[in-house]
């Protein structure tokens, strides 16, 4: 088969793989129905993170199980099943807190920028729908298994309740489902920070009430302005940046809750800023098998639509030009035709 393979910064190729097979007896191997970019894929594609070896890309997935271990009891061939980046057993103490990406087996899932993947540990970490879906849900059963589930745990990381206020940063995948997760758990208020006309409209769609342009201290003005001089009751960081992460502790109210979700790059937190904001603060790569039977059920009965953030589809021998429109801010985020 062919998939995606990273050399070094801004080189991808597309080339001959070795077809992934079972080789724990707990392992399944998929034949994937789509596969897409991350946004977080470009932080190797960049260079920021060096590339040291070739190595195959690709994270998220969704597709039908071709084979699964002797061990397997809970998919069988045929089923449509999502999985997380992080293979997890869901049986350890960590899983059953509901921290599946700290699971004590946990096991990263890579090279899902191809028609084939395999996955560890299938019985914990992948979750099998009723029926094979239509393809029109495909792209957010897909967006299910990252970017979703990472937006939806920003916002109960950030402890969204009806009513509240909330603050997104970020205008890429995964903040603008923070946006919508945040609406579906009741927020009144939904501020989103962007500058980027096709990335605002969309952040309405999903359920924004407000776009702050500004940036840094005139970002952090507009929001205490907007809030009344309160600050937003949940912050939802998806960046990663120290100025997002700067951003994000400055819009918080005393007493307010602060989730970080983009992988931090270079974030240096000040001691006395948190202490004297009493802001609480919870993040991390998300469990987002915790929340799959509940995403799986939203997108099977059509109340949500995460698909909409894929507004470039390529098939998947063109995956560079995918990783090039998402670096110069051409895409928000490319699905891949397998
Ligand atoms: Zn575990």
Redesign the pocket.
């Known amino acids: 088969m062919r998939g995606a393979v990273l050399y070094s910064a801004r080189d991808v190729r597309f080339e001959e793989r070795e077809a992934p097979k079972i080789i724990e007896p707990t392992d399944a191997v998929l034949r994937l129905s789509a596969s897409c970019i991350c946004g977080s894929d470009l932080w190797p594609y960049r260079g920021i993170q060096p590339t040291t070896a070739p190595t195959p890309m690709g994270h998220e997935y969704c597709g039908i199980v071709e084979e699964v271990g002797r061990a397997v009891r809970a998919v069988k061939p045929g089923q449509f099943v999502i999985g997380s980046f992080f293979a ?9 807190a509901g921290y ?1 990406t ?5 096991q990263l899932v890579g090279g899902a920028q191809a028609p084939m993947l395999r996955v560890p ?1 299938a019985d ?1 970490t992948l979750v099998a729908t009723r029926d094979v879906p239509s393809d029109d849900l495909v792209p957010s059963m897909l967006a299910a298994s990252d970017v979703l589930g990472t937006g939806w745990f920003a916002a109960d990381a950030a402890n969204v309740k009806p009513g509240a206020t909330v603050a997104v940063v970020g205008d890429g995948a995964v903040g603008l489902l923070a946006v919508l997760s945040a609406k579906q758990m009741g927020a009144e208020r939904i501020i989103t920070m962007s500058r980027h006309e096709p990335r605002q409209s969309l952040a309405h769609e999903f359920g924004a009430t407000d776009i702050v342009t500004e940036r840094g201290d005139d970002g952090i003005a507009r929001i205490k302005e907007i809030t009344q001089g309160i600050g937003a009751d949940a912050v939802l960081e998806c960046v990663g940046t120290p100025e997002s992460m700067k951003q994000a502790i400055g819009v918080a109210r005393p007493g307010g809750y602060l989730s970080y979700v983009g992988v931090p790059h270079g974030v240096k937190l000040e001691g006395q800023d948190l202490f004297f904001r009493h802001v609480h603060l919870h993040g991390g790569p998300a469990p987002v098998r915790r929340y799959l039977p509940k995403l799986i059920e939203l997108i099977t009965g059509r109340t949500i639509d995460p698909g909409k953030v894929f507004d470039l589809t390529l098939p998947l021998e063109k995956v560079a030009e995918g990783y090039r429109a998402m670096d110069e801010r051409r895409a928000i985020k490319t699905l891949l035709r397998v």
């Open positions: 997890s057993d869901n049986t350890c103490p960590h899983c059953k599946q700290s699971c004590q087996h946990r540990l914990g």
